[in-house]
């Protein structure tokens, strides 16, 4: 690692004003759990660490049904996984925060740390995008509110804007909605996702979020319109499968070829399907 | 620059000038000559730098050293009491023969104590995710696992009843 400055920020208008006094030199540190790597590797070197974690309240999580769960920035994966709200209301939530990683790893790296890496394969990205969840940003120009859609841009590019500040992400309270957390690995624990994905059923509707299948996680919004308010019947399973492979654009890489991607997204979509629709 | 850190290693106070671009391990094995914690990949895979810190069980290689102000860090070295008499898990991995070459024994020792403190009476498939974050190269697992299993039976959270 290169010789930097840390800086630990007690408020956020403290954090934010470093950041925009030291603009491009500066690197947010949250869990560390990739930054620590990206810092030995020297694929990043900055001037300054700006620690985030002793700003009071960025670590909380909290529910209610009105404005369903709020989980602060700092919150680790293990606190998210092991929280009684979200193990509750949203455990296919739970089961993605403690599928990274591993136990080490999870009293370190946060949630919010997963989406603003914005990997293609972030694994608490697919619930998320499921639930149409809200990522909360403080920046410069004030207070912003980025629908989760809208947060991926590309591999490792998000919409934040320079000198802004995720504070916390906000998930929708749905009721009776159901879903299903799936991760395709090579092995069991300790592995990044070879395909992962969320099937959410609220009411008559279908959502299915997939990672690793394109250069972010995404929502398969033509097979959501197909199956819509419909029975999903065998013929239907037929169809949303052959569409679903069609909406995504998977890659062959040391993980896996790019057809199996696709025939787990099939198999994703049509499991979903049959155990969800009630 | 160096940054002023006040923290507990084993329960004994220390206060060091630390480098920001060290780590906890970094600061364990060269400023404290504390030298359980083994570097294996240096980037959270491997489980051989597990220590605990502020009662859960972290990776040190991921931890930097500036962070460690205001922490309570327990290693390896720390398990044994006083006395010098091992922790029941430490006699239970002699017992069972749970270690080869020893290289990540202090990181399994640290999960495992952690996960006994957490949950004091783990299944088999408890145990084994629980050590899931821990890579060992000669023992095939089975005798860690075993020896785990015999500390959870005959201890309450890995202490002496």
């Given at each position: 690692m290169k010789q930097f400055n840390y800086l630990a920020p007690k408020t956020l208008p403290e954090a934010l004003q470093m950041l925009?006094?030291?603009?491009?030199?500066?690197?947010?540190?949250?869990?560390?759990?990739?930054?620590?790597?990206?810092?030995?590797?020297?694929?990043?070197?900055?001037d300054y660490v700006v620690d985030i974690k002793h700003i009071p309240g960025l670590d909380d999580i909290s529910f209610d049904e009105q404005n369903g769960l709020t989980i602060g920035a700092c919150a680790t994966m293990n606190a998210i996984g092991e929280n009684e709200a979200v193990c509750k209301h949203y455990p296919f939530l739970a089961k993605a925060a403690l599928s990274v990683g591993s136990r080490q790893v999870r009293n370190r790296a946060t949630c919010i740390g997963n989406i603003c890496n914005a990997s293609p394969l972030a694994d608490t990205g697919t619930p998320l995008l499921a639930?149409?969840?809200?990522?909360?940003?403080e920046g410069p120009d004030g207070r912003r509110e980025i629908p989760i859609r809208d947060f991926f841009i590309f591999v490792r590019k998000t919409s934040l804007k320079p000198g802004e500040i995720v504070t916390a992400i906000r998930v929708p309270y749905i009721a009776g909605a159901e879903g299903v957390f799936t991760k395709v690995a090579r092995r069991r624990e300790v592995d990044l996702s070879t395909v992962c994905a969320t099937v959410l059923r609220c009411g008559d509707e279908f959502r299915f979020a997939f990672g690793s299948v394109a250069p972010t996680p995404l929502r398969l919004v033509k097979t959501e319109e197909?199956?819509?308010?419909?029975?999903?019947?065998a013929a239907l399973i037929?169809?949303?499968?052959?569409?679903?492979?069609?909406?995504?654009?998977?890659?062959?890489?040391?993980?896996?070829?790019?057809?199996?991607?696709?025939?787990?997204?099939g198999l994703i979509v049509r499991r979903g399907l049959e155990t969800l629709a009630k | 620059m160096k940054y002023q850190v006040n923290f507990f290693v084993?329960?004994?106070?220390?206060e060091l000038y630390v480098d920001?671009?060290?780590?906890?391990?970094n600061?364990?094995?060269?400023?404290?000559?504390?030298?359980?914690?083994?570097?294996?990949?240096?980037a959270g895979e491997c489980g051989a730098c597990t220590v605990i810190m502020n009662g859960k069980p972290v990776n040190a290689c991921l931890v930097l050293a500036p962070e460690l102000d205001g922490a309570h860090i327990t290693t390896v070295e720390g398990l044994a009491d006083r006395e010098g008499n091992l922790s029941p898990l430490q006699e239970a991995f002699v017992k069972h023969a749970?270690?080869?070459?020893?290289?990540?024994?202090?990181?399994?020792?640290?999960?495992?104590?952690?996960?006994?403190?957490?949950?004091?009476?783990p299944t088999r498939e408890e145990i084994a995710r629980g050590i899931s974050g821990n890579l060992c190269r000669c023992t095939g697992y089975k005798k860690i696992i075993e020896a785990i299993e015999d500390v959870a039976e005959h201890t309450e959270g890995g202490v002496r009843k």
């Amino acid at each position: 690692m290169k010789q930097f400055n840390y800086l630990a920020p007690k408020t956020l208008p403290e954090a934010l004003q470093m950041l925009a006094d030291y603009k491009e030199s500066a690197v947010l540190f949250n869990g560390g759990t990739d930054v620590v790597v990206r810092l030995r590797d020297r694929l990043i070197a900055p001037d300054y660490v700006v620690d985030i974690k002793h700003i009071p309240g960025l670590d909380d999580i909290s529910f209610d049904e009105q404005n369903g769960l709020t989980i602060g920035a700092c919150a680790t994966m293990n606190a998210i996984g092991e929280n009684e709200a979200v193990c509750k209301h949203y455990p296919f939530l739970a089961k993605a925060a403690l599928s990274v990683g591993s136990r080490q790893v999870r009293n370190r790296a946060t949630c919010i740390g997963n989406i603003c890496n914005a990997s293609p394969l972030a694994d608490t990205g697919t619930p998320l995008l499921a639930c149409d969840a809200v990522i909360l940003a403080e920046g410069p120009d004030g207070r912003r509110e980025i629908p989760i859609r809208d947060f991926f841009i590309f591999v490792r590019k998000t919409s934040l804007k320079p000198g802004e500040i995720v504070t916390a992400i906000r998930v929708p309270y749905i009721a009776g909605a159901e879903g299903v957390f799936t991760k395709v690995a090579r092995r069991r624990e300790v592995d990044l996702s070879t395909v992962c994905a969320t099937v959410l059923r609220c009411g008559d509707e279908f959502r299915f979020a997939f990672g690793s299948v394109a250069p972010t996680p995404l929502r398969l919004v033509k097979t959501e319109e197909l199956v819509r308010g419909k029975k999903p019947d065998a013929a239907l399973i037929e169809q949303a499968v052959e569409l679903a492979r069609s909406e995504v654009a998977p890659i062959s890489d040391v993980r896996a070829s790019k057809e199996y991607r696709m025939d787990i997204v099939g198999l994703i979509v049509r499991r979903g399907l049959e155990t969800l629709a009630k | 620059m160096k940054y002023q850190v006040n923290f507990f290693v084993n329960e004994e106070p220390v206060e060091l000038y630390v480098d920001a671009n060290k780590t906890l391990l970094n600061v364990l094995r060269e400023e404290l000559d504390l030298t359980g914690a083994k570097e294996g990949c240096g980037a959270g895979e491997c489980g051989a730098c597990t220590v605990i810190m502020n009662g859960k069980p972290v990776n040190a290689c991921l931890v930097l050293a500036p962070e460690l102000d205001g922490a309570h860090i327990t290693t390896v070295e720390g398990l044994a009491d006083r006395e010098g008499n091992l922790s029941p898990l430490q006699e239970a991995f002699v017992k069972h023969a749970a270690l080869q070459c020893g290289f990540c024994t202090p990181g399994f020792l640290m999960t495992a104590t952690a996960l006994l403190r957490e949950n004091p009476h783990p299944t088999r498939e408890e145990i084994a995710r629980g050590i899931s974050g821990n890579l060992c190269r000669c023992t095939g697992y089975k005798k860690i696992i075993e020896a785990i299993e015999d500390v959870a039976e005959h201890t309450e959270g890995g202490v002496r009843k």
